[in-house]
């Protein structure tokens, strides 16, 4: 018997072993996708937000920084290659630990612009991330509506244009390059995670995309998924409308998570995929109609932020 309980637990920890190292490996499965001469995308497989990087003739501004440090220091990398010289600036695009944790490995008084929200967010539910040297990659330049950055040949636009996956998002435009990275406010062809605790609003995500769209652009970059167009976002507003109008019949007739859950019918999410990290969370069909059902009927709220 003893053998048999050994055999287990070296099984498990080969196990363990060896499902630790692919996922360490799928957080290094770095690749780059040009959407212009000077736009690129920075892709992972695992545990890491879409990273933009625009070329201006001085050097890089990069638009989020994925998950962890190590990660960071890559991106830092290949920015400067892609860039054709140093880092100008980071914009994040909200405050989610895959979009903001691998700014601490760039240089100390690096300008990171981002939502005065988003701070706030940082500070409040990841304050702890934010200790010691990594205080320094907080964002420095924070505003409310729309702040605008002009590096060597470009221009860079960053607006606020409404609540959705959380309540600071921000869209970056590239002006001269006709591109947008969209960070989270677009999931494409994926589940998307709808942060109410954190400020966001299925409801008014749908509004905050109509503004989106009015912008002159051609190519998005989402916050994950393949760079698609104009249509891959209306696309995914389309589905967002559908998913909200399940919460919104569940208010109106009083249903249970349960009964939204067997009842709702959505059509518009054919060929996503599920986003997930084994044991820490899952972003799939029924997590969204739970986050619709839960705004649609108030069982959850926006948590109570203080201004930093």
């Not at 994926?190 to 409801?203: A, F, M, V």
């Amino acid at each position: 018997m003893s053998r048999v309980l050994w055999a287990i637990a070296a099984a498990l920890v080969v196990g363990v072993g060896g499902t630790v190292v692919h996922l360490y490996s799928g957080m290094n499965a770095f690749r780059v996708v040009e959407v212009g001469d000077d736009v690129h995308v920075i892709e992972v497989e695992r545990l890491g937000g879409n990273v933009g990087v625009l070329a201006t003739g001085q050097g890089a501004v990069v638009v989020d920084t994925m998950t962890f440090r190590f990660q960071g220091e890559q991106l830092l990398e290949m920015a400067e290659r892609l860039g054709r010289g140093p880092v100008q600036a980071v914009i994040n695009t909200h405050y989610h630990q895959d979009h903001t944790h691998g700014n601490s490995a760039f240089p100390a008084g690096t300008k990171v612009i981002a939502t005065r929200r988003t701070r706030d967010y940082l500070l409040h539910f990841d304050g702890e991330a934010w200790q010691g040297d990594a205080r320094d990659l907080l964002p420095n330049e924070t505003f409310d509506d729309v702040s605008e950055l002009r590096v060597g040949q470009k221009t860079i636009r960053s607006l606020h244009p409404g609540r959705g996956h959380t309540g600071g998002d921000l869209v970056v435009h590239f002006v001269e390059d006709r591109v947008i990275h969209a960070g989270d406010l677009v999931f494409h062809e994926r589940y998307p995670n709808i942060d109410l605790e954190g400020g966001g609003s299925l409801r008014e995500w749908i509004a905050t995309l109509d503004r989106v769209l009015e912008l002159d652009f051609e190519r998005v970059i989402p916050g994950h998924g393949a760079v698609t167009g104009r249509e891959g976002l209306a696309g995914f507003q389309r589905f967002l409308r559908e998913l909200w109008a399940v919460g919104e019949e569940a208010a109106r007739e009083g249903l249970s998570l349960e009964d939204t859950l067997a009842r709702a019918e959505l059509g518009e999410d054919r060929g996503y995929q599920v986003i997930s990290f084994p044991l820490v969370f899952r972003l799939d069909r029924d997590f969204a109609i739970r986050r619709a059902w839960e705004e649609a009927t108030g069982a959850v709220r926006p948590q109570a932020v203080p201004a930093s």
